[in-house]
């Protein structure tokens, strides 16, 4: 029988277990305001939950600019000839009709037309895409990539992502020197200048509000960090957490999987399996 002494010297030993050790190329901005210290795990990430008050974070989504780091979600970059035929062939909605510069909101599923998971496709020239989503997909879509002239591959520790959210979005972006930004229609996307390289903006959220996301290699990712931040400070700018994306994003009813419904891949009992 093990002693309780035993038993507490194995849990310290074992606790680097539960630690959340990945961090996103944000992670020293978030730590540096992260007043609560509630975090949840998004894909292994340490994420923010809340970083100052759930509920002021809300309202800067809704009167402000909130900033939030999308970078642990799921990114592809899907890239060849045959790229529009193929995501025409996984996704559910018409691949051909997605323009250069554009983005739409799908979903795909397995072999019995059981949903696997949504997301966003971004078109970002007549032969690349990149595919966001909320879980990894790696190896079926190599699977179906099969006798398609394309290449998959996995950006999610490449590519720091931010969502920029609320009424003054616009003008921090404006005040930031993204000239041009104010021809984004909701969906659109472009490229701009940043730190020696390019951002890509686009004008899609998860909060019902106005505003942006911006994807950024990962080496320029403070920089773009810190630009929006002075930029912003007049225009009440504040980072975010989880919490209060949530409650925006219930109030514009967008859905996530495996909260809104079960994933294929997640679903033990055939009741909890879902078509589109």
Request: glycine fraction near 8%; charged fraction near 25%.
């Amino acid at each position: 029988m093990t002693s309780p002494v035993n038993n507490a010297a194995r849990t310290t030993a074992q606790g680097h277990f539960r630690t959340l050790r990945l961090g996103t190329p944000f992670q020293p901005r978030i730590d540096a305001v992260a007043k609560t210290q509630d975090w949840y795990n998004w894909a292994g990430y340490r994420a923010p939950h809340s970083l100052w008050d759930e509920e002021l974070e809300y309202f800067a989504i809704r009167s402000q600019a909130a900033l939030f780091d999308i970078s642990p979600m799921t990114k592809y970059r899907i890239e060849g000839p045959d790229a529009e035929a193929f995501l025409d062939r996984v996704t559910l909605r018409d691949v051909t009709k997605l323009k250069p510069g554009r983005v739409h909101y799908t979903a795909w599923c397995d072999d019995e037309g059981f949903v696997l998971d949504d997301g966003t496709l971004f078109r970002l020239s007549p032969t690349r895409f990149r595919l966001c989503s909320q879980e990894r997909h790696l190896p079926w879509l190599l699977d179906s990539a099969i006798g398609f002239e394309v290449t998959v591959e996995e950006e999610t520790e490449n590519v720091a992502g931010l969502a920029l959210q609320g009424p003054t979005s616009f003008a921090v972006l404006r005040e930031a020197g993204f000239a041009g930004v104010e021809k984004l229609k909701i969906f659109d996307l472009a490229e701009f200048p940043h730190d020696s390289g390019t951002v890509t903006i686009s004008r899609t959220g998860f909060t019902g509000d106005l505003g942006y996301e911006l994807f950024v290699p990962a080496e320029k990712a403070l920089s773009l960090w810190d630009r929006l931040m002075t930029a912003g400070e007049l225009r009440g700018i504040r980072a975010i957490g989880y919490a209060a994306l949530n409650r925006a994003r219930l109030e514009a009813g967008l859905i996530v999987a495996n909260a809104d419904f079960t994933t294929a891949d997640h679903a033990i009992r055939a009741d909890r399996l879902r078509m589109p």
